[in-house]
């Protein structure tokens, strides 16, 4: 027996409890969406097998793969970011970072939970490497994005701060929707992507910038939990597929900043993406599990800037470093300073159309209609 006191304590308890479990699985079920990329695996036990990214995670009844935005439902793989992005900001391009797509323009730019990679100096890990069950999110379906953007006056949207692919349904029905609406659909990602899945993207992307990590499969292993050769493969097919490219390699000291690893990554972009694929040589700062390694010196960040422009690259940057001079565009041909900027400010553009003023040069991009005026 207790007394009516308590009685009422423990029902008012469990009531909470309850209404918080409701709350809950309400959470769930509006971000459940079935994946498009999985296969059944004919074993009795509803065991599925994602074929989204080159893990190809085999997930038995009621388990989660690696990116923890995935989950085996009774033989069912779905997605649980859907329509549940736990981000929502307005960018400029430039810090996506794209510096040779439709420069000074403004980006939506929207995140979901969750990641397939384990990267030691991931800057947005607090996102990242967690569920979307686990982040604070918004409900804000695929078709509402556009009217969202074009309140913000952006004239793309992007999908960033954590890996895209993790949520691919919701980014493939939202880059439809942005196209559909006239607006500019981006993609800021890891690269660890299936080709069908990255295939089926391509016609929805307008441009996309891709983390280069590092040029060894060692390198991908030890910091990243992954491997080299897919993400290659990814960059390869982005660019056969006319989607505007960029890369960014964020230089770590002591990891992957040697100038033999930064020799033969350049040498390989030349030869497989060629001269006019920009190149963001990006200042590392301590963060997350690689919080006892210092900023990359300045002058390993203009090192490696002097080998791909030796290698053959025309479009070579400096990032996190603002109001160095590697922050800007510089024509090809006559080296003459075509778009400055300060970090991911537009200062000035000396451009006729998409070539250079000075020199007529073609300035390799999209979007670089300034005409010359300075701004």
Known sequence: MIDRR????????STLAIRAQARELARDAAGRQEALWYQRLDDGRGTVRCQLCPRRCTLPDGATGFCRARQNFSGRLCTLGYNLP?????????????????PKSRSFSIACAGCNLRCKFCQNWEISQISPLQSANRYTPASQLPILAKGQGCKSVAFTYTEPTTYFEYMLESAKAVRGAGLLSVYHSNGFINPEPLAQLCRHLDAANIDLKGFSEKFYADVCEAELAPVLESLKRLKRSGVWL????????GHNDSPKMI?????????????????????????????????T???????????????GLNYVYIGNVPGHPGNSTYCPKCRKLVIRRSGFSVLAMELKGDRCRYCNERIAGAGLINGGTRI
């Open 6 to 13: 308590t009685f009422l304590q423990t029902l008012c308890l």
């Open 86 to 102: 736990c981000s929502l900001n307005v960018d400029p391009v430039e810090k996506k970072p794209f510096f040779n797509f439709h």
């Open 246 to 253: 960029e890369i960014t390699n964020l230089v770590i000291p």
């Open 263 to 295: 020799t033969e990554m350049c040498g390989w972009i030349r030869q497989n993406l060629g001269d006019e694929t920009p190149v963001h040589f990006s200042r590392f700062f301590p963060l997350y599990k690689m919080t006892a390694i210092p900023p």
């Open 297 to 311: 010196p300045v002058r390993t960040l203009e090192v490696a800037r002097e080998i791909a422009m030796k290698a």
